[in-house]
């Protein structure tokens, strides 16, 4: 009973100990190599391929010789059994998932990996090496959104997450038996890109922009709200009279629960100038033809606005930076501000509170007692 080790070029199995192939290929070396198991059961001798982790290949023999020593009847190794691919299938067609609001940029991400590193790999030859080279490879990749420009590594940060967390849901429906990549490596994300913009940026922003996306900015800017809760926004959601917009489960993220959120007074302002259609309920509409109609996007608009207005490195979601941070400034509690903006953590919030060197000017420090100041209190005290 132990380890066996495949050579990847000419597919012999020996010990884990051997370095060198007899076809001269140095397996150890070797990063395709894949693993397997040898054990006996009644006599009759057992094989199992494992893949490309050796750690796996460790954990499944552990089990067999504990189940064989207990005299339990040994039980199929499921992660050798299914494929990357049909873990996809399956997970995609979960009604947890499929409820999602980010169902489609979900499938989208799961989906190049699972095309590039294999859709036919079994789950137990997924290894650390594989993404690490799925991230190098995947890194060089253009970009469909920008031209002359590869993939983002934030964008591969979500991929290989949204990854593991497939596989973690996998292991806890018990469809196999251990995610292989738990530990894998995420790819380090430069955060050097601005987050915030100055009031004098933001009215700047305005000139350079087209009418019908400027009362969006201005919600963006004022409200801690994501742009598909804005763009999307009815009448039937705004309450001006007493100043809230309601927003249902269905229209946040992650479609839990619903989200109050409090009407700024310039919003207020710019709300009641607002044009109204018979056709639509949408608050945000746009001129055609004489007539005012909905929009789903203003990519174009948006683009546009920030090159006039110097503000390439700004992108729409980064007002949720702002307004959050703004209404931290403004000296609202933390609690009542995740309450507005639907954050669920603290963790997460933090992350959209920017801290800026305003903020840092307030620094408070110790005072320390000079000599002086000691000698005074002693002469005090004696008096």
């Known amino acids: 009973m132990g380890i066996l080790v495949e050579c990847p070029k000419c597919k012999v199995r020996g010990s884990v100990k051997r370095k060198v192939c007899k076809c001269g290929n140095q397996v150890q070396k070797s990063d395709s190599k894949n693993y ?5 059961i009644n006599g009759k001798r057992t094989r199992e391929r494992i893949g490309r982790s050796k750690q796996a290949a460790e954990n499944r023999l552990r089990e067999v010789e504990t189940a064989k020593a207990e005299g339990n009847h040994i039980k199929k190794n499921k992660s050798s059994m299914i494929s990357l691919g049909e873990i996809c299938k399956w997970y995609l067609d979960l009604p947890e998932v499929i409820s999602l609001s980010s169902y489609n940029t979900l499938k989208g991400r ?7 590193i294999g859709e036919k790999l079994r789950v137990s030859e997924l290894s650390l090496e594989l993404i690490r080279q799925y991230s190098v490879s995947r890194s060089q990749d253009s970009s469909p959104w920008k031209k002359q420009d590869h993939i983002a590594t934030a964008t591969i940060h979500k991929e290989i997450s949204s990854l593991k967390s497939m596989l ?41 922009s087209e009418e019908h996306i400027k009362p969006v900015l201005t919600m963006a800017y004022y409200e801690p709200m994501r742009k598909d809760e804005i763009i999307r926004l009815t009448w039937k959601e705004v309450d001006i009279k007493a100043g809230f917009i309601r927003l249902a489960a269905s229209r946040t993220k992650g479609g839990i629960e619903g989200r109050s959120i409090p009407i ?47 503000l390439d490195d700004f992108v729409f979601h980064d007002f949720r930076h702002v307004a959050i941070s703004n209404l931290r400034k403004a000296g609202n509690s933390p609690t009542v501000i995740m309450k507005a903006s639907g954050h669920k953590t603290m963790s997460m919030f933090l992350r ?18 000079t000599e002086s100041d000691t000698k005074d209190i002693s002469a005090k005290i004696s008096a």
Not at 36 to 40: A, E, G, L
Not at 195 to 202: A, G, P, Q, R, V
Not at 275 to 290: A, G, H, K
Request: glycine share 2%; hydrophobic share 35%; aromatic share 12%.
């Open 36 to 40: 397997w198991i040898d054990y006996y």
């Open 264 to 310: 700024h007074p310039e919003v207020r302002k710019m709300l009641s100038s607002l044009p109204r259609s018979f056709q639509s309920n949408r608050v945000f509409l746009r001129r055609v033809n004489e007539q005012f109609e909905q929009f789903n996007d203003f990519r174009k608009s948006w683009k546009s606005a920030r090159k006039k207005a110097g």
């Open 168 to 208: 973690n849901t996998a292991v806890r429906y018990n469809k196999i038996e251990t995610n292989p990549i738990m530990d894998a490596s995420m790819p380090k994300l430069s955060n050097s890109r601005m987050l915030t913009i100055s009031h004098e940026d933001y009215l700047h922003l305005l000139e350079c």
């Open 352 to 369: 959209y509170n920017l801290v800026d060197e305003e903020d840092l000017k307030g620094m408070r420090w110790i005072e320390r007692k």
């Open 110 to 116: 799961l989906g190049n990996p699972v095309y590039k």
